[in-house]
């Protein structure tokens, strides 16, 4: 009832009383493959300045999300950080757990994250404190972990931890098949960077997808694989760990530092261009997935030292938790002068486009073409 008194008074002031148009339909949500959510989809568009107010509500009768939106397709349900195709995030978003804990309370301007955003776990716990500009962490930012306790206090600009720590985070470790017995061959090495579903401090998280589940179907690889894992609520360009953690393994295994190959899907897409445009001499080819790029100022700043870097970068056109354009504009500015990047598009794959890449050889035969010596 709460609620209801608070959405009509929202209707009242925003002047929606004589100027209002009401859709509401069942709309079919697919979460993942064969598993399907369906939500009561309610709209309310505003016919004197065209802003809908959306509403999308569990099958108990809660509110899932309500949001404001300055272009909206009511066949489309995005993650709050997505503007899939033509929605255009206005003005505060919300989302609420299925059984009435709020989960996110953020701002949007043009469709952009701007201002204040707070997170919650589903136990009631404040995740996050977060202060956006135009898309990119600017300002103090606080993190908790799940038990209360405060994680992180941050100072970001133009998405760029202003004071990153030197750490070391732990990782998985294959190796291929012959390592032990054939102990004169340095082999080539994969970094594998997962999504952001597999953070924290759990390596048994990485054997969700990507190339550790893979490994954990008992698949041989001619290269030595090393995952390592991004703790909970950061980012892979977060913190400083790659060169501590790139001096430890080539010291304990036998790398070919000739052809090291980077990759990664999702949250792992977006720190596999950061890693290659920081640490450019390292790697002899990268195949980022699915990945941001615009969150942060440090790639467009230094997309120049890519230029040389063999990319094969993928995404489906219809992903709704990072938009395509995110790819698409990276390799555009690429094009011009990398000869050797390519970009894999599928029309109909969301976000679950990995699935269609580490299972199949094509993209560990494209690796080995590539080699820092040649």
């Given amino acids: ?30 979460i993942s493959k064969g598993d399907t959510t369906i939500y009561t989809r309610i709209i309310d568009r505003n016919t004197k300045n065209n802003i809908f107010f959306v509403r999308d509500i569990y099958d108990n009768g809660q509110v899932q999300m309500e949001a404001f939106y300055s272009s909206f397709n009511k066949e489309i349900k995005e993650e709050y950080q997505c503007n899939y195709k033509t929605n255009t995030k206005e003005g505060q978003y919300k989302e609420w757990y299925k059984n009435g804990q709020i989960e ?5 301007k043009k469709g952009l994250r701007n201002g204040q955003a707070n997170s919650w776990y589903l136990n009631g716990q404040k995740q996050s404190d977060e202060t956006w500009k135009n898309g990119q962490l600017n300002g103090k930012t606080k993190y908790w972990l799940e038990n209360g306790d405060l994680q992180y206090v941050l100072k970001f600009r133009h998405g760029q931890n202003l004071r990153p720590k030197n750490v070391d985070y732990k990782y998985l470790t ?9 102990t004169l061959i340095a082999w080539p090495l994969i970094i594998y960077l997962h999504g952001g579903s597999d ?14 589940d893979q490994i954990y179907r008992g698949r041989n690889f001619p290269f030595i694989i090393i995952s390592p894992q991004c703790p909970k609520n950061i980012r892979w360009e977060t ?14 295994y036998r790398i070919d530092t000739n052809r090291v190959y980077l990759t990664g899907l999702s949250l792992g897409g977006a720190g596999t261009w950061y890693l290659a445009a920081k640490y450019p001499d390292i790697f002899a ?10 969150h942060n100022d440090f790639l467009d700043k ?3 030292k890519l230029v040389d870097t063999p990319i094969w970068a993928f995404h489906g056109k219809i992903d709704n938790v990072v938009p395509f354009e995110e790819t698409e504009r990276i390799v555009k ?24 890449i580490y299972p199949n050889q094509d993209l560990y035969d494209w690796f080995l073409k590539y080699s820092k010596n040649k």
């Fill in 1 to 30: 009832m709460k609620h209801r008194t608070i959405f009509t008074l929202l209707i009242i002031s925003w002047g929606l009383v004589n100027a209002q148009e009401v859709d509401t339909f069942k709309l079919h949500y697919a």
């Fill in 104 to 108: 996110y309370i953020g701002n949007f």
């Fill in 174 to 182: 294959y190796l291929p098949v012959n390592y032990k017995t054939d």
């Fill in 199 to 212: 953070r924290g401090n759990d390596l048994n998280k990485l054997y969700s997808s990507g190339i550790p």
């Fill in 239 to 252: 913190e400083n760990w790659f060169k501590s953690f790139f001096k430890e393994i080539v010291h304990k």
């Fill in 285 to 294: 080819a990268i195949a980022p997935i699915s990945g941001f790029t615009s």
């Fill in 302 to 304: 230094n997309i120049s």
């Fill in 333 to 356: 500015k690429l094009e011009p002068k990398n000869h050797q990047i390519k970009f894999t598009v599928e029309p109909n794959v969301g976000h679950w486009m990995h699935w269609l």
